[in-house]
Structures are given as structure tokens and as C-alpha cells.
């Protein structure tokens, strides 16, 4: 290998131009896109032979990254100039940095992991200051203890089996991580195509499960993997709906919103009067991107003059059944797929292994839990 490395060259320099751009103007050109996907099938010809020796491999990574990327732009998980530059990175980063390819048919997924793990480990950390256990509890109460716990079971066991039966026959093998990714991205697309009633797909679907697949999901594997499913799957949306609460949203009166704000909140029209309600937990995603709108919302996600002047007017004439929503600014996330593709580059599946060591931590934290509790009550 040169001294100098062609492809850390390319990514520095793209890397920063577009965190740049993002963070000063909030937008990243198509130009810049067009540039690193030229420069990346160029080096990944003439430098890595990535497209060479394995052309297949190559054209399927970047076909998923732009499916993938662009299918959570249209459920607004994140903007579209995220999406194209996620795209340019995977086409940009060659195979051979994947030292570990523990997700062979999708390599670029580690990149997307990473990412993530280090925007949601700053977040994470600028909340601990105000961490408050009271409503940390009520959450753990409400997702894990309250009517929400056997509803995410029946979500899950309506989609799991299909999900899994669909990537065994494509003869792809997905870990529990990827599992909750997917889960939660079509609950997404549910809420959001609205062809179905959620809860009615989802029960249809539970019941095909037992009456087909009933040899394959009455064995002790199945049940332990289904119940710790379960467990990561609302715990992470505790994780969610604290960040969301407490540390990523705030309440601003009616009287004091500006032009620009983002809602948090959906405002519904229901019986002549206007109402909130709250946003899918998925939709948290929302923070690091300017999505300029809700379909599910009367106004749109970024507050506009009209919008602000509407929502007063209402007020005024007692249509409002609120004087307040929540709001968030808006994040630049060019950075973190900018210090995720560095991450990946540099480490490989660092992101994959510390949430696996996490989530084991986390499994024996709460076997230890369950076991006292049992010792406790003579079981």
C-alpha cells in the first residue's frame, strides 16, 4: 500500500467539504454527491479492484445503500441530502477496509451503524446532566410493565417470522440488531401508507403465524429470542421517548413561536377543535434533519410565517384544545456519517461490537434482576 492512501484522501476531503456545507448552509450539492461516486468507482477500479474482482458484490452494496437511504428519506427518518450522502460515502469506501464482513451481502450497513451509535452517544450524553430517574421509571413503566408490553409483542410476532422466513429464502442472515432496525422502520411505513390498520395487519398476520408456522415457533429458541426481542425493542424506545421528552424537545407557548422552529408535535383536526398528538417515537429522527413536511400534521414540520399566524389565530378564537407544543432545532448530520465512514475505515465493526457487548450487559444485567426477584418471592 502508497503512503499516502487515495481513498482516506478522498474521504477527508469530501467528509469535511460536506459537514461544512451542512452545518453553514444546511444543504449538500448534487455536484459533490456526483463528484465521490465518480472518484469512488475510479479508485475502486484503478487503486482497490473492488468493481473488478467482485463487481457484484460492489453494484449490490451501493443498489441496497440507495434503496435503503432513500426508503428512510421517504418515511422522514432523515433528509434527502443525508440520503445521497450516505449513498456517495458507501460507494466512495472500498471493500477492503471491511476487514470483518460479518454483514457480507450489505457491507455499507456498518457505516450506517456507526454512525448512529455516535450521534446517539452524544445525545445521549448531553442528557445524562439532566437525567430525571422519576421519568425514566414512568417510561420503563409504561413500555415495559403497562398495555404497551403485549402490544409490542404482537407487533413483533406478527412480523418477525415473515421477516425471517423472507431473508432465509433470499439466504441472507440478519443479526437481532437489524432485526429492530427493520421492525421499526415498517412500523413506519405502516403508519405512513395507512392502506391497512396497523394493529389489524398486524393481528391477521399473528394469526398466520400460529395457524403455518406453528413447528416452527413452539420451541424454546424461538420463545427465549422472541421474549429478548421484546425487551431491547421497548427499551430502546424508552431510550427514544426520554431523549425526545427531555433533552431533545422543549415547550414553547403559542404566543412565542418563531419561523424556523421544528414541531415535534402533529396538530389533528378532530371535532371542529384542534389537538396534538404525539409522534411516533421513530420519528425522532426528525432532530437531525429539516424535513419541510408532515403529511400527518395539519402545518408543516418546519413552522413556517402562515403557519405561526394560523396557529394564533386559532387561539384567539378558542379552537386550540393547547397553548403549547414541543420544538426542536434542527442537526446537522453530515458530520456523524462524515465521523461514522472514519469510524468504519479506521476500526471496521467497532460500532457492531460495542453493541453487542452492550446488549449482552444489558441480557445479564436483567437475568441477574429477574433471578433476585425470583429468590426473593420463594419461586
Not at 432523515?78 to 454483514?103: C, E, H, M, Q, R
Not at 415498517?186 to 395457524?211: A, D, G, Q, R, Y
Not at 403549547?324 to 465521523?339: E, N, Q
Amino acid at each position: 500500500m502508497s503512503v499516502i492512501d487515495p481513498f482516506l484522501v478522498f474521504i477527508m476531503i469530501f467528509g469535511f467539504w460536506t459537514s461544512y456545507t451542512d452545518i453553514k448552509y444546511g444543504r449538500i450539492k448534487n455536484i459533490t454527491i456526483i463528484l465521490m461516486m465518480f472518484f469512488g468507482i475510479v479508485l475502486n477500479i484503478f487503486v482497490s479492484k473492488s468493481l473488478v474482482g467482485n463487481p457484484v458484490g460492489f453494484i449490490l452494496n451501493a443498489t441496497l445503500s440507495l434503496v435503503v437511504s432513500f426508503g428512510f428519506y421517504m418515511l422522514d427518518l432523515w433528509s434527502a441530502g443525508d440520503a445521497k450522502l450516505f449513498l456517495g460515502f458507501s460507494v466512495l469506501v472500498p471493500f477492503t477496509i471491511y476487514k470483518n464482513l460479518a454483514i457480507s451481502t450489505w457491507p455499507s450497513l456498518i457505516i450506517m451503524i456507526n454512525t448512529f451509535i455516535i450521534a446517539a452517544g452524544i445525545i445521549v450524553l448531553r442528557a445524562i446532566p439532566n437525567v430525571k430517574v422519576g421519568s425514566i421509571m414512568n417510561l420503563v413503566k409504561r413500555y415495559l410493565l403497562g398495555k404497551d408490553m403485549p402490544l409490542a409483542a404482537l407487533y413483533i410476532f406478527g412480523l418477525s417470522t415473515p421477516m425471517n422466513l423472507i431473508f432465509n429464502s433470499i439466504g441472507i442472515e440478519i443479526s437481532n440488531l437489524l432485526r429492530i432496525i427493520i421492525l421499526i422502520v415498517l412500523l413506519k411505513t405502516m403508519e405512513k401508507i395507512k392502506i391497512i390498520p396497523t394493529n389489524h395487519l398486524i393481528l391477521f398476520l399473528s394469526m398466520v403465524n400460529v395457524i403455518f408456522f406453528f413447528e416452527h415457533i413452539a420451541n424454546l429458541f424461538f420463545i427465549k429470542t422472541f421474549v429478548w426481542m421484546v425487551v431491547y425493542f421497548q427499551l430502546f424506545r424508552v431510550l427514544l421517548d426520554y431523549l425526545m421528552d427531555f433533552e431533545i424537545s422543549r415547550e414553547v407557548k403559542i404566543k412565542d413561536l418563531k419561523e424556523g422552529m421544528i414541531l415535534l408535535d402533529r396538530v389533528v383536526q378532530e371535532d371542529g377543535f384542534y389537538q396534538l398528538r404525539k409522534l411516533s417515537f421513530v420519528s425522532i429522527f426528525a432532530f437531525f434533519s429539516s424535513i419541510e413536511g408532515n403529511v400527518n400534521s395539519i402545518f408543516n414540520q418546519r413552522l413556517e410565517r402562515k403557519d405561526i399566524q394560523k396557529l394564533r389565530k386559532l387561539e384567539k378564537i378558542g379552537k386550540l384544545r393547547f397553548d403549547s407544543v414541543k420544538i426542536t432545532r434542527s442537526f446537522p448530520f453530515a458530520p456523524f456519517i462524515f465521523a461514522g465512514t472514519l469510524v468504519t475505515y479506521f476500526f471496521d465493526i467497532w460500532g457492531l461490537y460495542l453493541l453487542t457487548e452492550l446488549t449482552s450487559h444489558i441480557k445479564l444485567y436483567l437475568y441477574l434482576l429477574f433471578a433476585n426477584a425470583k429468590l426473593r418471592l420463594g419461586l
